[in-house]
């Protein structure tokens, strides 16, 4: 293993340039859940097959039926070095209400919130264009200096991330001999917090899942109707309120099933991290925990399930008022899984459910939006403890081995399709605004994350 | 009393120059709700004083802080003959959603929907331009052919019923000498069926009220933070699905107080009628009373009370999926009221409820929308029997007396600063789509409209 001190300064005093170059891909406004937005993915990702061959890969932008995946090659220095499969995605989440935003969602900016402490301001610096630079950076630091890389490296950035991934499935398995490799380096997570890195050892499922309500055939007078006709935000309502019981237990049948407990001496370990309800909840400003009553912040949104109405609509939601009754309502409910369990019989437990709450002459209509099961990944391989210390070489404090809430399906399409685990490292912060108004990165998050890759990477090829 | 004939040949006569003329106004986009189209509710003001200077009145508009009104004044032939008050208004519900209209709803056309039947289309057509349009053409003709009309009349037409009519109780204060009369005559109403007019008895009132809940200060990460972060739209939905309970009785506090049952022999006459659920429901789509259980759907929508929810907003409602939890979700919602319900406490009721129910650590702002009390005219009354005669005349069927679900607040208005009582005759019918797409008005309904208020104005100055 050669001494890295050189790559370390290149990225340094590349620092400039990178910025320019996250900059140049932030601005192309890649919402991929918004067919308004169809060409700019497709131009994000041209943008990084342009930058990554001009890095030295073999790249080239993969069409799919919706939007595209980047595939990028490149050897290794040395035959027996470890082959790696690098993940992020290139897709953003949408930008409304656009009115919270202080600057402009596609115009990233340096600003510098409290004295020495800079981010980068932007849809996407976090989530996650921010994080897949940090590699190409080290990357191209690596190449400079070397002329050569650690590891070989193959690169799949995707486009459907923030819209359920339809394409990924076939993706993989259609190019499941070229996307082979030894483990995968998924960077789409985020720090303990801004001095301690973390990886994470288990991410929570997801189903997704739109309901539509249908009445009357038109919209109609509440005075003439009203006290007659059902209404579809009424059933509606009643759906969603009934999810829930008064401890925050979710209600469909079998829910439960395949949720285990967290060993105590996991819980233990996450009591050592200090977190607690006041400062987690604190931050959006909020103070009270809404889940299963009785368990930390942590174990809710580590290790527990969820079921959370994303968005609802129906009626008349302009200025002022009508005295409607709508002909259909709707609401977008996603459920959070642990544990084993199982996100088709989930979604069929929400649809009889809320069938069963359907008045005769009214329907009801269910559109899947994605479903993946929970990862949990093994507390002690050596791919892990590797990159542990190579990140505790970085930061000011020593990298933890943590859980999280959110859902990485990658993680185990990557386990089943490719028969490879991941690792997951990012160096997002848990008020980064993600999917939120005024989105940002830290300065030191992309800075430090650069230099991040180019010790685990360094220390990979050992 | 002279022959009335000629008057009613000249109506006929006028037919196509009134329809014209109901179309320049149907053309004014007077939607009152909505602060985009103040401009144009100005518009239609001044079209209609136009209109009533030519027919001989003294009239103006009348500006109040909101949409202005417009009064006119007219002698009567003779110095013993009554004096009305005739109202209407001239604005309009919203037209949203736009894409479910056949036609544009500001561009008046004549259908014929089936053979014989033809249809005026267009926003407003039916409620109310089209309603107030009738007296203005029976007017017209009466002077034609007399030169003089039979009674003495004032003219209030309004501007912001379509919201909550802010601007109504401080004007008839301020004019109450002016608009002073000797009854109101109310053209708002519809008949029972395309045969048979109606006198409307009975008006429910309304309370209009929007409620929304704050939970975070930013749309929140349903990965990251949810099953700890308090979801605003699932404190929305139990509040929501909390209003009614099993049997479809509203759950307020003392809620019902003021509501009497319906008289035995009220209710008898409904039944002759020959109303059921599977026609009142039938014509949209449905079958089903959802109301409280064992009522039927006159009384439901006649005699009872109701909590409807009109319009419901939260989270991401666009295309495709977003798993946030939204800082913020609102609801608009409008109770029925009937007898003695008092709307200030029906608001209060539903405050103090909906407060009960949110986290400490969120909060819950209200903005009220109108209230009004419910409004029961005597069964017996002379001025209401010379209308049922006089309308008897016109039609297939005689006039039946019948309850009424909407709310027209200007009649409780009239009764408590005029000190007059209202006779409520129109000629929409209840599949009119008021306040929904497509929205029509008869042919029939206008022209046997204006023919009808020639008899009733005959029949009142007899």
Chains 1, 2 share one sequence.
Not at 389 to 394: K, Q, R, V
Not at 430 to 455: M, V
Request: hydrophobic share 40%.
């Amino acid at each position: 293993m050669a001494d890295i001190t050189p790559v370390l300064e290149r990225a340094d005093a590349n620092l400039p340039k990178s910025l320019d170059r996250l900059f140049d891909l932030v601005r192309i406004k890649s919402i991929s859940t918004d067919p308004a937005f169809k060409a700019e993915c497709h131009t994000a990702a041209e943008w990084l097959v342009a930058e990554l061959n001009a890095l030295g890969f073999t790249a080239s932008v993969r069409e799919t039926p919706g939007h595209p995946m980047v595939v990028a090659h490149h050897v290794g220095a040395r035959a027996n070095a470890p082959h790696v499969l690098f993940y992020g995605h290139y897709d953003v989440q949408p930008v409304d209400p656009l009115n919270l935003w202080d600057a402009p969602p596609f115009e990233p900016a340096i600003r510098e919130i409290e004295p020495g402490r800079k981010v980068i301001t932007g849809r996407g610096t976090s989530d996650d264009k921010g994080q897949l630079m940090t590699f190409l950076e080290a990357v191209r630091a690596y190449k400079e200096v070397n002329d050569a890389l650690p590891c070989r490296i193959t690169i799949l950035f995707e486009g459907e991330e923030e819209s359920g991934s339809p394409s990924l499935k076939p993706f993989l398995e259609a190019n499941a001999a070229e996307l082979k490799a030894d483990y995968a380096l998924v960077c789409d997570t985020s720090m303990w917090d801004s001095e301690t890195p973390a990886i994470s050892a288990g991410l929570r499922g997801l189903v997704g899942e739109e309901i539509v309500i249908k009445a009357a055939d038109r919209d109609l007078h509440s005075g003439y109707f009203g006290g007659a006709a059902a209404n579809p935000i009424h059933i509606l309502t009643d759906i969603l309120a009934g999810l829930h019981d008064e401890t925050g237990r979710i209600t469909l049948e079998n829910f439960y099933d395949g949720v285990e407990e967290t060993p105590a001496q996991i819980k233990a370990a996450w009591d050592t991290l200090g977190q607690t309800a006041e400062k987690f909840l604190g931050q959006v400003g909020l103070s009270i925990p809404s889940g299963e009553k009785g368990r930390s912040v942590l174990e809710l949104t580590w290790a527990r399930p969820t079921a959370e109405v994303n968005g609802i609509t129906g009626g008349y939601t302009g200025d002022g008022f009508k005295t409607v009754i709508a002909a259909q309502a709707s609401a977008k409910v996603s459920f959070r899984l642990v544990g084993k369990q199982d996100p088709a019989k989930i979604r069929e437990a929400f649809r009889a459910y809320a069938r069963s709450k359907v008045p005769a002459d009214c329907s009801v209509e269910f559109h899947p939006h994605g479903g993946s099961p929970a990862i949990h990944l093994p507390y002690d391989s050596s791919l892990l403890n590797t990159a542990k210390m190579a990140l505790s070489d970085e930061w000011p404090k020593p990298a933890v081995v943590i859980g999280m809430g959110g859902s990485i399906p990658i993680v185990g399409d990557f386990q089943r399709m490719l028969g490879i685990e991941s690792l997951l490292v990012g160096f997002g912060l848990s008020d980064d605004r993600i999917h939120s108004p005024n989105e940002k990165y830290e300065l030191a998050s992309f800075h430090k994350g650069i230099r991040s890759w180019i010790r685990i990477l360094d220390a990979l090829a050992a």
